[in-house]
């Protein structure tokens, strides 16, 4: 099961980043990756609702399966190695000279 979910969480991961770098941006034009047919492929609107709402589901389903590995892992490992890690003992602070004191500077007199 577990398995089954990372490979999902994984290919989720690469349709994101895949969905976001073909959105154009603010005031660009078509897509390069498109080849600047993308109006004829997707509709008059272009491609930008289609990506829009394909980001948001591939997000929903990203945010499922991290929320459910993280509650499967969390169900299925005892406590955590670094409670039982040994402690080591830190070394004596040495004792170093005090700082120097700079005397204040005298005032001339004319």
Known sequence: MTILITVIHVMTCLLII????????KGAETGVMLGGSSQSMFGAQGATPFLSKLTVVLATVFMVTSLSLALI???????????NAPVKALPAPSSAPAPATVPA?????P
């Open 73 to 83: 892992k969390q169900n299925s490992v005892g406590p955590s190695l670094l409670l």
């Open 105 to 109: 500077p005298s005032a001339k007199k």
């Open 18 to 25: 895949a969905a976001v770098l073909l959105q154009s941006g």
